[in-house]
């Protein structure tokens, strides 16, 4: 049933082509499957990655109630720096789309239990219209400032379950390609020699529970965090900003290697109302999406004002809570102006996490499609949000820079998934762990809290641990 490995390439159309992305969707199952499975299938199928396969090692994931996806190896990449860099990936993914090839089909796609899937799904579905899926999907991780390399991705293989189905991609470099920034990307004697310094324990494979051996501050310390979170409130009472989010990060070192597929499975189980994702070394499960479009409607989460579970109702009259999320809201309003969106902005409602509970408003708007905006695009006005940054944005931005004292990478940035017609899902990458590239036992934990004039400094740092905390035990699980 599952066809053999496909062979191509995808360069921007604005450079000389040197061939396309042929790809192939073959049908696993005409129904929805839980991430656990969408990661049990992959490892079944992953001796079908090309042994020139670039990136062969890297896992990347997805798992929403929308579309649950767990790739290995890399078909095509994109990297973006400067103040264009969403202008430029979403016309890299424009030239991408332009130079794909769907070569599904075939002999092999026409065998029996092939058949036998694809007439139990029609079944199924016939009297509901499922979710469609535009192939091919591309993922994608931007940084918070445009001096931070944002990354644009297509596995080599990958399971997508998604609209009623689950589905097995492949796809594969066969060349040289030149990536939007001009560099040369991975060739196939790169791929090769890539592919054979893989070490023999798959990225799929089970590993035992991690321990904490270190626990370092790369920054500030618990006590300068505080002292910054006291200056950034007497900044906001003398009328030089309406709010600033403050983040601090700490590294953990473990005692062994930590596997991402363990973590991800422990996020996606945990917290099934969250979007658990794992794109270039950045892994969490975000409460707060950015942007998702579908069928021509966007969603706009908006998260600001938090508390734990015991103390929540005070989220629904502290003036602190209810100014913070006023401001978040009015933030991403404003940011929308411009895409002549038709906003629909109900009352706060609570958004309960288990681990922590957050004053959360839904903004929707239903003519996209009529304005002709993607998904992406949607992401880039809205970045980056009231909730991560501040009010006023420039002015917050500027601020924050200099309080926290760190870079903070692709943390609070748009991080997700688009297919061919502009659809797709952009999370905050929130509740997040980015994995030291050059060791896989050593990540740094990243949490921010909204600081408003009154804000109470011990109150912010046991916010921000208690933010790390899912991550925490996602890496000890």
Partial sequence: ???????????????????????????????????????????????????????????????????????????????????????????????????????????HENSGAATEIRQAAAEKNCCSEPEKINWPLVLGSFGFASSTPSLLLVPALA?????????????????????????????????????????????????????????????????????????AAAEIRVGRAEKIVLARDKELRFDRDVSLARVTKYLADKYPTCWTYAIGELVGASPEMLAS????????????????????????????????????????????????????????????????????????????????????????????????CGKPREVAAERLAALEAMDRRRYAAPIGWMDAGGEGEWAIALRCAERDPARTDTYRLIAGAGIMGNSDPQRELAETETKMSPLLRALQA
């Fill in 1 to 107: 049933m599952v066809p053999g490995l496909l062979w191509g390439i995808v360069c921007p159309s604005s450079l000389p082509a040197s061939g396309n992305l042929q790809y192939r969707i073959s049908l696993l199952s005409g129904d929805e499957c839980p991430f656990e499975q969408v990661i049990a299938l992959l490892k079944q199928h992953q001796q079908l990655l090309s042994p020139v396969a670039a990136n062969p090692s890297t896992l990347t994931v997805w798992s929403g109630k929308r579309l649950k996806l767990a790739g290995l190896g890399v078909a095509w990449q994109a990297h973006f720096t400067g103040e264009n860099s969403f202008a430029a990936a979403e016309e890299a993914w424009r030239d991408l789309c332009e130079h794909t090839q769907d070569i599904s089909g075939d002999e």
């Fill in 159 to 231: 399971v997508v379950s998604s609209g009623g189905n689950t589905w097995l991609w492949q796809a594969h470099f066969k060349a040289g390609q030149i990536d939007s920034r001009g560099r040369r990307g991975d060739s196939g004697e790169q791929a090769q020699s890539a592919a054979a310094s893989i070490p023999e324990k798959s990225p799929l494979s089970p590993s035992n529970p991690a321990q904490v051996i270190s626990e370092t501050y790369p920054h500030l310390q618990p006590e300068e965090w505080m002292a910054a979170v006291g200056r």
């Fill in 293 to 388: 479009v579908s069928g021509g409607e966007l969603l706009c989460r908006v998260l600001a004002g938090s508390a734990i579970p015991s103390q929540e109702r005070r989220l629904l009259s502290d003036p602190k809570e209810q100014l913070e999320h006023h401001l978040a809201v009015q933030s991403a309003q404003e940011s929308l102006t411009d895409l002549n969106l038709e906003l629909e902005v109900p009352a706060p409602r609570l958004l309960h996490l288990g681990y922590v509970t957050h004053l959360a408003t839904d903004i929707t708007a239903e003519n996209l499609a009529e304005q002709a905006v993607t998904s992406l695009r949607a992401a880039a006005a809205l970045h980056p949000t009231a909730a991560v």
